[in-house]
């Protein structure tokens, strides 16, 4: 990755989809790089307030073994609610994290993750770690948002853990509209736009409607995961760059492949352009 992006992004607009609150320092990079950003936020996080079944979680705290959290939103919000609570955390708990944005989270929270994998952050990539494996008979609370995806607490009961989620927040798609941007004459200087999820990009997909479908799926997307990757392709995308690490920088990186101003060496996977 390169060390000096300064300027390699001249002349380019970037549509970036993350909820708004966290775009700082991703905007922030990409314009170092002379890249034009655009927020365009196509999820929004929604922070509970707590229920009788989530306030009797966090009150068993003490006898559980493990917490693990699926992102940076659910240690934010899970560390509001349990300081709210309880002023604090278990001393002897252990914590997990998916990726590195959420062991930075828990550093911010005066926190650290014992367990995070290396590369490929994602839930199959935790489970492979062998603190997983040996979990028979502990208690494990998985801190997210509601619904979501059930292979890590699938798993961990079939290896025995007593798995409990503890859902913090909400998602839900907001009312954007790509019709301002038209009229404006944005749409037609984006060089790339930037997905962080799935649920993103369907609702970017969905926002899209008929009447911008065409330009949408024609726009190179840098994405976060092979997950995300693989929707692209079921959705009829013709371009998509996949970051080589869950970080900012990578995404930016990724940005670069989009707008084919990356060294060769430099480059990460994409799709439909090989």
Known sequence: MPTDTTGVLNNHTVLVTRPQHQTEELCALLNAAG?????????????????????????RLDSVDMAIFVSSNAVEQGDRLVRQRRGGWPPEMQLAVVGQSSARALKRAGLNASICPEHDFNSEALLALPALHQVTGKHIVIFRGQGGREILATELRRRGARVEYAEVYMRRCP??????????????????????????????YDLAGENYRDWLVRTPLAVISQRTAGLAGQLGFQRYCVASEASNRALVTAVQQCCAVVPSENRVESGHDK
């Open 175 to 204: 009312q954007m509209d790509l019709a301002p941007l038209q009229r404006e004459g944005v749409l037609k200087r984006i060089s790339a736009i930037i997905v962080a999820s799935n649920e993103s990009l369907q609702n970017l």
């Open 35 to 59: 890249a034009e950003t655009i927020n365009f936020p196509v999820l929004e996080i929604v922070p509970l307030q707590g229920s009788g079944t989530l306030f009797g979680i966090i009150d």
